[in-house]
Every structure is written in C-alpha cells, then in structure tokens.
C-alpha cells in the first residue's frame, strides 16, 4: 500500500540520475535524504528509468518515470556489450549530442511536469530539490515549480555555465546562448541555491549579481561510514611505498590529463635513486589515458618506481586501498572545481600530494589541512619541493595532520536545514 503522505511536512527531490550504478551525484543526494529524514521530513523522489514504477522506502517514495531517450541508451549499452563493440552507443551518443541540449534527460525533463503519476503526490510538497549535473535534472525541477506553484532550490554539485564539463559549452556557440539564458531563467526562479565551493560562489555572482543572497555553499562531506573502518584496517608494512590515486582522469574532466600527475613526481623520482615505491591508479580508465600510460610506465622504468592500474572497486574496497597507501594522490585541475574523493582523502589523515591551480579551491583548502602538499602544474617556473616533502612525509609518516569539523556531516547538515528552515 503506497504511503499517505498528506499533513506531512513532504520535500520533491528531482534526480533523474538517482540509482544510477557509479553515479556520484548520488552520495550527495542520499545525504540530503538523511538529513531532511532527521527533521521528519517525508520525501517524494523523481528519477527517470525505463518503466514508471512506486517504490516505498523509509524515507518516503521512489517514484520512477519513463525516460524513452534513457531506455534507448539502456537498450544499445546492452547491444553493445553483446556485440563487443561499442560503435553504436558512441553514435547514439553523438546524435544525443548534436540535436538534444543540455544532456541526455533533456526530453524526460521537458515533459515530466505533465505525469499523472507525479500528479498524484504533489499536492501537500512544500519545496522541490534538484540536483546537477546532469543540469536537466534542474529544468525538470522549473517546470513542475511553475506549474504548481511551488519554491525550488537548486543543488549546482558542479558549474553548469562556469568551467562547463561539456566541451560544446566552453566556447561561445548557438548550444552554449541557449543554456546561458536556461541557466539564468532557472536561477532566478529558485528560491535558494547550493554550490559546493566558494570560488563557485564567486564566479556564480560576479557573472549573475541577483545570485549572491540566495547562493549558500554546501560542500561534499566525510563520509559517515568512513572513521570506524579506516581505524580497523592494517598499515602498508612493506618496505616499499604505495601512492594511491582513485578514480577517473579524463572520465571526469577532459582536462584531468594523466601526464598532468606523473610528470612532477617522476621529476623529483628519476633522482631518488633509492627510493622504491609503487603509484596504484585505482578506477576507471579511458582509451586515452591508457594511451598516455603508455609512455610514462616506460619513463619509470629507469626508476625504481612502477606505475600499476586497478579496476573500479566498491566504496568500502577503496577504504581498505587508502588505509594501506602511504600517501594520496589528487589531481585537480578545474579551478572551482573540488573532487569528491578529497574529503575520503583528509578523513584518511594520510599524505595528500595536491597537483591543482593556485588559488583553486582545493589550493584554499590547504590551508587548513597541513598534510596536503600543493604543486602548481600551470605555473611557468614549477616549484618541485613540495613533491620532495610529500615523498618525505610518505616515507617517515612524521608530519602534521588536521581533519576540519566544517566538511564533516554535522556541521555541514546544520547549514542545510537552517537554508531550508528559511523557506519554509
């Protein structure tokens, strides 16, 4: 029996992306449920899927709606892994690219606010939540407020018009216009919004002025099931060291360039001649970067150091990779821009060789977070000393450590439900 949810303080999340195996938006959003749970919220969560389905969990309910476009991709992945190739996903993709904007839930978003299964469960909501990327999820979001009249917020995890994450977005063109006016008539219409930094924030308001009083900053968290495990997991013993990098490189942003990360530390490695260790790339890779890979295990292999390529993992797997790692490696090359896995990486209160921007984000960061050693890739005359010290760090395990109370649930929770006590 589907749960009534009427004379309940009830909350819309949009996330046409939500169960999505590997999908990162949905640490974010499973959060969100925790938190709004704890306030006896009940939540009535939108995604998109291959057939319309209700599902009642403790929250509240899942109520899927059919994406026609998703189930053709759905269908074609499928195909493609039967066949062995994956030339007709690739096309499919493109011709996604080139004649739907946004992304691919653009069709579902446009017309969601018409189900009849929504219909049914929205009469007591008192705000919708939407969270992006993909940014479609937003549009959704917009249209259903306007036709019932209800206040959204919305959740940016990462820019939509600043440092885009769609290469056809980076220049000025037709697709690029049409999303900076989408963009701006969505934000004025929220009632709140959430990014995930403060050089997002900046960027957000100097470009559109009307953002800055309702722009709040919500970055990723710990995660809550992290502290007890990594206490539980044995140390690298071996004499030899492990730096341990997880997750995509260019999977994630174009720019994250593999080379990017080795070259320094194969700059300051070439003249250890007696430091062996091993770098562990820890998830998925491309085409390209196993490319790239290529050239620098030969480049290593003049060292005594190895480069080494392991599969994705499940998230308590890659607990036990970081626990036995002697230092963490993080490539973050979008100004604004701040990794997820950052906040697993400082809970760890291991070594963090940070090879970023200056005065990105994750360059703020650092200065509350002593083991975290910056290296600046763009900067024309490179300082290689905090590689030095990093290694040294690695290798002594003698170093300065602190593990901020503004990133963990708690405090970050707090700052949401005082945003969402406001609205209401």
């Keep these: 029996m589907v749960q009534n949810l009427e004379n309940k303080k009830v909350v819309m999340i949009v996330a046409p992306f939500w169960g999505k195996l590997g999908h990162v938006g949905n640490y974010r959003i499973d959060r969100f449920i925790r938190w709004l749970k704890a306030e006896k919220f009940r939540i009535v969560l939108i995604k998109a899927a291959s057939e319309e389905n209700i ?7 899942e109520i899927s709606i059919k994406d026609s476009i ?14 062995e190739t994956k030339l007709f996903l690739y096309v499919w993709y493109l011709i996604i690219q080139l004649f739907i904007p946004v992304d691919s839930y653009f069709v579902w978003a446009k017309s969601i606010h018409n189900s009849k299964l929504l219909k049914n469960y929205i009469s007591d909501v008192k705000f919708i939540l939407s969270s992006s990327p993909p940014h479609s999820g937003l549009v959704a979001a917009y249209n259903i407020s306007k036709k019932y009249s209800i206040p959204t917020i919305i959740d940016m995890r990462d820019g939509w018009i600043d440092e885009p994450m769609q290469p056809v977005l980076i220049k000025w063109s037709l697709r690029r216009i049409i999303e900076i006016k989408l963009e701006k008539k969505i934000l004025e219409q929220a009632i709140k919004i959430f ?3 403060d050089v997002w924030k900046k960027l957000l308001v100097n470009r559109l002025p009307f953002t ?10 710990y995660p809550i099931d992290y502290e007890n495990y990594r206490e539980s997991q044995n140390r690298n013993t071996m004499p030899q060291l492990i730096l341990l990098h997880a ?17 320094p530390l194969y700059k300051i490695l070439k003249k250890k001649k007696n430091l062996e260790l091993s770098i562990v790339l820890l998830g998925d890779l491309n085409r390209e970067d196993y490319n790239e890979l290529t050239y620098w295990r030969q480049q290593f292999s003049t060292t005594l150091c190895q480069v ?6 499940k998230r308590k797997e890659m607990y036990t990779e970081l626990a036995q790692a002697n230092g963490l490696l993080l490539l973050a090359t979008a100004n604004a821009f701040i990794p997820s896995k950052t906040f697993e990486y400082i809970k760890s209160a291991k070594p963090i060789l940070a090879v970023t921007l200056k005065n990105s984000s994750v360059w703020q960061m650092s200065l509350k977070i002593p083991q975290m050693f910056l290296f600046d890739y763009s900067a024309e005359e490179k300082d290689y000393s905090s590689i030095a010290k990093f290694l040294l760090a690695c290798s002594t395990g003698k170093y300065e450590y602190n593990v901020p109370e503004e990133y963990s649930e708690e405090y970050l929770s707090k700052v949401f439900i005082n945003a969402v006590n406001k609205i209401l």
């Design 195 to 197: 990014v995930t930094s």
């Design 247 to 263: 997750g995509r490189f260019r999977g994630t942003r174009r720019t994250n360039n593999v080379s990017i990360l080795l070259q």
């Design 55 to 61: 599902k009642e969990m403790d929250w509240g309910l």
């Design 70 to 83: 998703g189930k053709v991709s759905e269908v074609l992945s499928k195909f493609s892994q039967k066949i």
């Design 212 to 221: 800055a009083k309702k722009t709040t900053v919500i970055t990723n968290a």
């Design 308 to 313: 080494i390529t392991k599969n994705r993992v």
